[in-house]
């Protein structure tokens, strides 16, 4: 059969990885694919830029029409990162009746639905399965392991960046910024690392799966999102006392005839298995109607588990898998039945709260009044002995960290606000969910 060409976009962190693993494992991925995959191209911003590796008979050229224009390329991979820019390539590579592979999540939550109606109209698939917890295929896992059910809910940590500070500060006591940098430094983080810790890559990749697992057509302003750039090391260590650890989760869940969908830090009980997931790894919780619980782990980020799944994608191009797939299953089709987001409001589930209040009689009684007039029923309290006085005799504030049974959302921020009004409140509280 004939040679697969590859023109790859993007020669950074991931396109270095790809281009590893198809000059140096020629003839296993030639085995795998039925045929020889060839990657002819390389695109790059900065020509001058010094490279880690030489591979050898790859042309890297600094202009992306080489690609697009040569009648030889099959398959471009977009492996730029960043929205327009990528937005374009892609459009441009299936115009010219090219298939696409890329690891972009910002680009499929924004524009999925422009993209795989370009593809149906070109007649040539699109694969992303890299755009999505790194080397964990787990759209493959879900479109195809568990296409017998109906996906009930998921919960997943999807940011390697996130699960890597947070476990650097909660195992090695290392800062905040040191984590972060040290994540920068190993590849795990985007260009913009803001876009990891504020948690709106964890919505990118929710927006892809949410469409994978439940069909549902969603951008990332749809999806609530908290990151982990706001925690405090004291939330950490209360969660640790309390027999819980914090992680930044996916969450999505059908329920009341729609999906609820959410990005936040949360508290998971300690002897859950994604209490255990440590370092760049990624892990996927996935409940399915027939299958039930199950659970999807791997590094999510950095050079070779992504590049692992961009070559897979290319195997499934060259074998025509991947084509079949794109028919079949027919992503953000627009004839798929609409699929409702629920409102956050009237979602439900356990919290973990924090105040910072005045050592007074009756404070606490004041507190759990609120509570239970919004009918939150508290399930736990922890508020250790106070500072010392200060040098005017009077007590330093206390911290008091309530855990709650379920609460519905909107019940829950009424409460928050109005205790946070009280005078014996010193500073804002507050509140993290818990995932069961
Ligand atoms: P990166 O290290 O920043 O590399 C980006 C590459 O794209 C560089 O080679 C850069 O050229 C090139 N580039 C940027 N803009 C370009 C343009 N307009 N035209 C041509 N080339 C351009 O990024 P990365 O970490 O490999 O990530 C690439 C994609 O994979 C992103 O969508 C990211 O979200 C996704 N992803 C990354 C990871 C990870 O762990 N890093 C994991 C999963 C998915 P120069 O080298 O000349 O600057
Ligand atoms: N920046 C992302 C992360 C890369 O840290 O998970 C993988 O998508």
Not at 145 to 152: E, F, K, S, T, Y
Not at 191 to 218: M, W
Not at 351 to 363: S, T
Request: some cysteine; overall charge negative; proline content about 5%.
């Amino acid at each position: 059969m004939q040679q697969l060409s590859v023109g790859m976009v993007g020669l950074g962190t991931v396109g270095a990885g790809v281009a590893r693993i198809l000059t140096q494992h020629v003839g296993r991925i030639a085995r795998r694919a039925g045929r020889p995959v060839e990657l002819k191209w390389a695109v790059v911003r900065d020509l001058k830029k010094r490279r880690d590796a030489d591979f050898e008979g790859v042309r890297v050229v600094d202009d992306v029409r080489k690609v697009i224009e040569d009648p030889e390329v099959g398959v471009v991979v977009e492996l730029i990162g960043g929205v327009d820019a990528a937005r374009r390539i892609v459009l441009d590579a299936l115009a010219a009746g090219k298939h696409v592979v890329t690891a972009n999540k910002a680009l499929l939550a924004e524009h999925g639905p422009e993209i795989l109606a370009a593809a149906r109209a070109a007649d040539r698939a699109v694969a992303f399965e890299a755009s999505v917890a790194g080397g964990i295929p787990i759209l493959g896992a879900i479109d195809v392991g568990l296409a017998a059910n109906q996906v009930q809910s998921l919960a997943a940590i999807l940011n390697g960046t996130c699960n890597y500070i947070l476990t650097q500060m909660t195992q090695g006591g290392i800062a905040y910024s040191q984590a972060l940098a040290d994540a920068q430094a190993l590849g795990f983080a985007e260009a913009d690392p803001t876009l990891d810790v504020d948690g709106t890559d964890t919505a990118h990749k929710l927006a892809v799966l949410a469409q994978i697992a439940f069909g549902a057509d969603v951008r990332t302003a749809d999806i609530p999102r908290e990151g982990i750039d706001r925690l405090e090391i004291a939330d950490l260590t209360y969660a640790r006392e309390l027999g819980y650890t914090i992680k930044l989760l996916a969450h999505a869940r059908l329920a009341d005839g729609g999906l609820e969908l959410r990005v936040a830090p949360s508290l998971v009980k300690n002897d859950r298995p994604l209490a255990q997931v440590h370092g760049p790894y990624n892990a996927v919780r996935v409940v399915g109607d027939a299958v039930g619980d199950t659970l999807y782990y791997g590094r999510g980020a950095g050079m070779m588990p992504t590049a692992s799944a961009v070559v897979a994608d290319l195997i499934d191009v060259a074998t025509g898998r991947a084509a079949i797939t794109s028919r079949v299953l027919d992503f953000w089709s627009p004839d798929a039945p609409p699929v409702p987001l629920l409102p956050a409001s009237r979602t439900r589930r356990r919290n973990y709260l924090r105040f910072l209040i005045a050592d007074r009689p009756g404070v606490i009684a004041s507190i759990a009044t609120i509570l239970g007039h919004k009918g939150i029923s508290i399930a736990s309290v922890i508020q250790h002995e106070p500072t010392p006085a200060d040098e005017n005799g009077e007590p330093g504030p206390v911290p008091l960290v309530i855990m709650t049974h379920l609460a519905v959302e909107e019940d829950l921020r009424d409460a928050i606000r109005e205790i946070d009004r009280l005078d014996v409140v010193r500073a804002p509280s507050v509140r993290l969910g818990v995932e069961e």
